[in-house]
Nanobody, 126 residues
Framework: QLPLVESGGGLVQPGGSLRLSCTAS????????IAWFRQAPGKEREAMSC????????FYADSAKGRFTISRDNTKNTAWLQMNSLKPEDTATYYC???????????????????WGQGTQVTVSS
């Protein structure tokens, strides 16, 4: 059983919205920060957002600010990424990840990822 399973990806028109879900199993979900990364073909994987384990602190990459919202419910072992005002450049595979010691420095998220999901494809196109 995979530790993290994403769902909710798909094809959406520019300006549309999608809500990605990440469901965890097999590890103590409430002890890990949850992050969303994305990777487009030919590009490096980038961290888009992160939420702390219990106090609700969040991080957003500049490209996500004002459009994406991360949330979690530890009673459901689930995290979400609400994505609004989607653009063609948001097209990528989106991955959920669990980190026990995330660090935000100079506007970037770093820290070892303890668990990865398998990814869900998001395509923004008319």
């Amino acid at each position: 059983q995979l530790p993290l399973v994403e769902s909710g990806g798909g094809l959406v028109q520019p300006g549309g919205s999608l809500r990605l879900s990440c469901t965890a199993s097999g590890f103590p979900f409430d002890r890990y920060a949850i992050a969303w990364f994305r990777q487009a073909p030919g590009k490096e994987r980038e961290a888009m957002s992160c939420i702390s384990s219990t106090d609700g602190n969040t991080f957003y990459a500049d490209s996500a600010k004002g459009r994406f919202t991360i949330s979690r419910d530890n009673t459901k072992n689930t995290a979400w990424l609400q994505m609004n005002s989607l653009k063609p450049e948001d097209t990528a595979t989106y991955y959920c990840a669990a980190l026990d010691s995330p660090v935000v420095r100079a506007g970037k998220l770093s820290g070892a990822v303890n668990y990865w999901g398998q990814g869900t494809q998001v395509t923004v196109s008319s």
